[in-house]
């Protein structure tokens, strides 16, 4: 079982910065891919960035240039850098873990970030 808890969410002005951590709970970290998602207020879900065991990376089109995802395997964790942030990045950002070797699938509990004048 792996619980990953999100944070550095919150407010900030179109053009700015944020930068969001998962941390993970639980072993084999290093043997998940780990993304981000994010669900706006009336769309579904989708993805934003996901980073692979080996350190691989893509990207959805609408943030490529402005976001960076990134791991610390020492550390658990996944970050997701956002710059040049612009209003309709504004949701809610989901952390995801999927097991490379098996059928797991674990979410985290979301962080909202909301970008506004």
Do not use: H
């Amino acid at each position: 079982q792996v619980q990953l808890v999100e944070s550095g969410g919150g407010l900030v002005q179109p053009g700015g910065s944020l930068r969001l951590s998962c941390a993970a709970s639980g072993s084999a970290f290093s043997m998940y891919a780990m993304g981000w998602y994010r669900q706006a207020p009336g769309k579904q879900r989708e993805l934003v960035a996901v980073i692979g065991s080996d350190r691989s990376t893509n990207y959805a089109n609408s943030v490529k240039g402005r976001f960076a995802i990134s791991r610390d395997n020492a550390k658990s964790t996944v970050y997701l850098q956002m710059d040049s942030l612009k209003v309709e990045d504004t949701a809610v950002y989901y952390c995801n873990g999927r097991y490379e070797l098996g059928p797991y699938d674990y979410w985290g509990q979301g962080t909202q970030v909301t970008v506004s004048p």
